[in-house]
């Protein structure tokens, strides 16, 4: 049984972890721990999902840092699964800057723990300057992007279909790929 820590930030689809991420990989014999941006928490507490996430997982979601005399509440994981992440989440990891704790828990491990990572970004995201550096900066040291027009076509701001799928499939995929 492997363990997978699923961090989430506050991005288009974070609503339907549960479903399509989650559940999915509970269903297939792993452990997952969750851990969500402070603004994703908010979302998610607003529609009593993070209710959901904590009966599929048996574990409680996270988004606060632990205090120092308590034991971490999730497994070690084998594979780090952030998706899906902001520009702001994505560029924040790549610089290192570690400010909640869902990127805290990404920081402590790139580069030592196989990470798949999906920006939920658009196209006006992909224009700045910094962006193509900080997707450089993540696959230098083996971070697994799923990203590109063969899964997710990047669109202008507000042009997308809003019932757009992320490609959960492919992220699925890549993260069992990487046991």
């Not at 820590?5 to 452990?31: F, Q």
């Amino acid at each position: 049984m492997s363990a997978f820590a699923i961090v989430a930030g506050a991005a288009g689809g974070v609503e339907s972890i549960a479903r399509e991420l989650v559940k999915p990989l509970v269903d297939r014999g792993h452990v997952v721990g969750v851990t969500l941006t402070p603004t994703a928490a908010t979302w998610l507490q607003a529609s009593d999902l993070i209710r959901e996430l904590e009966n599929l997982t048996g574990l409680p979601v996270r988004s606060t840092p632990r205090l120092p005399s308590e034991k971490s509440p999730h497994p070690k994981p084998d594979v780090y699964v952030a998706a899906p992440l902001s520009a702001s989440s994505v560029a924040k990891l790549a610089l290192g800057i570690a400010d909640n704790q869902a990127l805290t828990s990404l920081c402590e491990n790139v580069a030592t723990t196989p990470m798949v990572l999906f920006p939920r970004v658009n196209a006006a995201h992909a224009r700045q300057p910094g962006w193509a550096g900080h997707l450089a900066a993540l696959r230098s040291v083996g971070v697994q992007l799923i990203y590109g027009d063969d899964v997710w076509p990047l669109a202008e701001p507000r042009t997308a279909d809003p019932g757009r799928a992320l490609p959960w499939a492919a992220i699925i995929q890549a993260a069992e790929d990487s046991l």
